[in-house]
């Protein structure tokens, strides 16, 4: 009972502390030393008006006259104090804060957020302070910790308090704070102690710091591997949603089609345009562009595959090297109608709102949410194709076109029908992958020209016309792709992963999976 009222002293305290006149001057005016040391005043007693001056400060939003100080927001002055608006000196001048200023003035709200009621905003707060520990603000941190009760929030708050105590000038302190930060999984609390360790002069200190630092850096390596797979796993689903529509056009047609990159890109562009008709007459629905994108960019390339395959591949069958060039020539033109109607400059193509963040696992470990959503959204396009060749008539037509021509002939198929129909649903799959690629980078006309390569490499290090292959292949690549990278570089990287993809053909010219049949044993 008594700790509990002393508590409640301690914060009926802190909010009773208003924001003074001579406070905010010396905030705002003065050498940088004087300020920083009225911020730190200020933050271990402040309330709301100190907190908004403090932003206002951190938002250049201050100006000074006269030895009086205001807060401007919308061309209008006001006074920091009551809020109320005041006339603004003709030659009021902006505070300028310098680099230093500005990290004690964001620790400063950091700190003061420790007490807000949104669980958010305090966690925040907390990953602020670990950013830059400092003893003075230990009563502000005590004061919180011991208020919160958010058991997440309470653990990462002893954290920053034991980082705080690092710098303490009694030994028993600093010991006590090495022995804590041993459970940390934060970056900053490494370098934190890497700094100590080149300033700490007691050896048993030091031995306490070595010991901290081997176990967060344990942690650290665990949190990178688990990164290297989820970035290799993130860029195989990429692969894979490029190389399903190669899947179709090369491994169930065998047409050798270089234009394949240029229809992802069409469907990237798509996407862009469809951004562009709902921020113009549907603001309020922005954040549902990209469920209205998806089967736009499908469309889009799947009609442009259509009339290639019509126009031009039908006449070259069983011709691989016509094929190739007019299809490498196809894709050049395409690149150019981009730049032609879009310029040759990147566009950005915005994430909705619900794809923006991720996921925290670990200190050094974030899974943002457009990947997750892209490797599931992959996932999906794999299902659904998986399902359209097995088990409908279209797929029926597809396999059995592929497996012998002119038998499916004979029984009634419109091969040429087919034809048009396949190409077009790999065209179709390619505009899905342009989609998902918008939401991770910007979409320029060389967009396409990044993945052909690597998809051919994946369709074919898979075994040709084999869907299981092409997803055991992209995923295997991606993450091989992202460890080597991490080990060697990322151009290293690229030759590694050629050079293993060569020797494996060479022993296995079929692929992981081979084509069964009795054309295939022929």
Same mark, same amino acid.
């Given at each position: 009972?008594? @700790? ?14 208003a924001?003074? +006149?001579d &406070? ?8 940088s030393?004087?300020?920083?040391e ?13 907190? $908004? ?26 006074d920091?104090?009551?809020g ?37 905003l ?10 830059? +520990? ?8 005590e ?7 958010? +058991? ?8 920053? @308090? ?20 041993t ?18 002069p ?7 710091? &070595? ?5 967060v ?19 195989g689903?990429?692969?894979?949603l ?71 591949? @039908? ?11 007019a ?22 193509? &915005? ?19 457009? @990947? ?5 959204? $992959? ?8 399902f359209?060749?097995s ?8 396999r ?5 021509? +002119? ?11 087919v034809?048009t ?8 799959i ?54 080597? &990278?991490?080990?060697?570089?990322a151009?290293?990287a ?21 084509v069964?049949?009795?054309?295939a044993? $022929?």
């Amino acid at each position: 009972m008594k @700790r509990l009222l002393v508590l409640l002293a301690s914060l009926l305290a802190l909010h009773a502390h208003a924001l003074t +006149p001579d &406070e905010a001057k010396a905030m705002a005016i003065g050498e940088s030393d004087a300020r920083i040391e009225a911020v730190n005043k200020a933050a271990a007693t402040g309330d709301d008006k100190t907190i $908004a001056f403090l932003q206002a400060l951190a938002d250049d939003a201050v100006k000074t006259a006269g030895g009086k100080v205001f807060v401007v927001k919308d061309g209008k002055a006001y006074d920091p104090l009551t809020g109320a608006e005041t006339a603004l000196p003709a030659d009021a001048e902006d505070v300028v804060s310098n680099n230093r200023m500005r990290g004690e003035i964001d620790s400063a709200l950091a700190a003061m957020k420790l007490f807000s009621k949104e669980d958010k905003l305090r966690a925040a707060a907390v990953t602020e302070l670990q950013k830059e +520990p400092d003893e003075a603000k230990l009563p502000m941190i005590e004061k919180a910790y011991a208020a919160e009760a958010n +058991p997440a929030i309470k653990e990462q708050l002893a954290l920053v @308090r034991a980082a705080a105590l690092l710098g303490s000038s009694d030994k028993a302190k600093r010991l006590e704070a090495a022995q804590l930060l041993t459970s940390s999984r934060s970056p900053a609390t490494k370098t934190l102690l890497l700094e100590r360790l080149k300033q700490e002069p007691e050896a048993d200190v030091k031995s306490a710091l &070595e010991s901290s630092l081997r176990s967060v850096e344990h942690s650290l390596a665990w949190g990178d591997r688990i990164g290297a797979v989820f970035s290799g796993i993130s860029l195989g689903s990429i692969l894979l949603l490029v190389a399903l529509g190669l899947a179709i056009t090369y491994g169930l047609m065998g047409v050798i089609n270089m234009a394949h990159g240029e229809l992802m890109m069409i469907g990237a562009y798509a996407t862009y345009v469809v951004q562009g008709v709902f921020r113009q007459y549907l603001p309020g629905a922005f954040d549902w562009y990209l469920v209205a994108a998806i089967p736009v960019a499908f469309a889009a390339s799947a009609v442009v595959g259509a009339i290639l395959e019509r126009g031009v591949i @039908r006449f070259l069958y069983g011709r691989p090297l016509e094929t190739l060039l007019a299809t490498w020539g196809i894709s050049l033109m395409l690149m150019q109608l981009v730049r032609t109607v879009f310029g040759a400059q990147n566009v950005a193509v &915005e994430n909705p709102s619900w794809m923006s963040g991720g996921v925290i696992l670990m200190g050094n470990l974030q899974l943002p949410w457009n @990947r997750i959503l892209i490797v599931a959204f $992959a996932f999906a396009v794999l299902a659904g194709m998986a399902f359209l060749i097995s088990r409908t008539r279209l797929g029926l037509f597809v396999r059995g076109v592929t497996q012998n021509r +002119p038998i499916a002939s004979c029984m009634g198929v419109n091969t040429a029908r087919v034809d048009t129909y396949a190409f077009a649903l790999g065209s179709g799959i390619a505009g899905l992958a342009g989609c998902a690629l918008s939401q991770i980078g910007n979409v320029g006309p060389d967009l396409g020209q990044a993945y052909i390569v690597d998809s051919f490499m994946v369709v074919v290090l898979g075994g040709v016309g084999q869907l299981a292959g092409t997803v055991y292949a992209a995923l295997g690549l991606g993450i091989l792709n992202k460890f080597i &990278e991490g080990w060697a570089g990322a151009v290293l990287a690229k030759i590694a992963v050629l050079v293993l993809i060569v020797v494996f053909i060479q022993k296995r010219p079929q692929g992981l999976f081979a084509v069964k049949g009795r054309s295939a044993e $022929a």
